[in-house]
């Protein structure tokens, strides 16, 4: 018997199984349509981040020290550069960068407003989620101190607009949801598990016919078989990191 006929016998072998025919499809379809992946509220605290301050002056290390006082972060390193403290994040020394720019004290006095990048590693979206938070509560009080600070010398209309502007950017994961993190090894563990189940499933129902083969017929059936769940594994991944993929929205870098 030649290879191709072994392989269209396996083939019609797998597909009249009606238990490895649910596992191998249903199992996939179901989990990747159907998967809630709930998360259970969570506190994250005291996460490191650096501190890129190329102004130096007073209200800079008021801002720094403001963010310090949050329970959510903590000043690890005081990078010179942010070349410096990029490459402590993409460590993963830190998973965040607070960027204070030149001039910052001199545009507040100025009333000419300031962005304060914030950086931070979104694939850890609880953690990101957090430090963002933080960094805002502190340019928030920072912002309310100058406006108090402003009101005892000019009149309150003039104090339209706030001195001090925060712009997170996620790095790595633009939802900053959990499915862009997760999603890609769930995925993988999901069609390792079904695949790993059906051939077990539908190897152990057919041991007995092995055992009467002679060694050449059993390697062409085992080809066979790897072949015919290679095939239908290529479909599912196709199917989980192509159109599952555009389905959730999950960035791919």
């Given at each position: ?63 720094a020290?403001?963010?310090q ?26 998973y ?5 720019p ?44 100058i ?22 950017i996620?790095l ?9 993190y997760?999603l ?7 069609l390792h ?42 479909v599912f ?17």
């Amino acid at each position: 018997m030649n290879f191709f006929k072994i392989l269209l016998m396996e083939l019609r072998a797998i597909v009249s199984h009606k238990g490895v025919l649910l596992i191998l499809i249903g199992a996939p379809l179901i989990y990747g349509l159907l998967y809630p992946l709930p998360y259970l509220k969570d506190i994250v605290t005291q996460q490191k981040i650096a501190l890129v301050d190329e102004d130096n002056s007073f209200l800079s290390r008021q801002l720094a020290f403001m963010a310090q006082s949050s329970n959510e972060l903590e000043i690890a390193f005081f990078s010179p550069s942010m070349l410096e403290a990029k490459k402590l994040l993409k460590e993963e020394k830190i998973y965040g960068i607070l960027h204070i720019p030149s001039h910052f004290e001199a545009n507040i006095h100025k009333q000419v407003p300031v962005t304060i990048d914030f950086y931070a590693n979104a694939n850890y979206f609880l953690i990101y989620g957090a430090l963002a938070n933080a960094v805002v509560e502190s340019i928030n009080a920072l912002n309310d101190e100058i406006r108090f600070k402003r009101n005892a010398q000019i009149e309150e209309a003039e104090l339209g607009t706030d001195g001090i502007k925060i712009r997170p950017i996620a790095l790595y994961n633009p939802s900053e949801g959990y499915l862009n993190y997760a999603l890609s090894s769930v995925f993988i563990f999901i069609l390792h598990q079904v695949m790993l189940i059906a051939s077990s499933m539908f190897t152990s129902s057919r041991r007995l016919e092995l055992a009467l083969l002679d060694k050449k017929e059993i390697a062409l059936r085992l080809c066979a078989r790897l072949l015919v769940f290679m095939g239908a594994f290529s479909v599912f991944i196709l199917w989980y990191f192509g159109a599952l993929f555009s389905f959730y929205g999950i960035e791919r870098h």
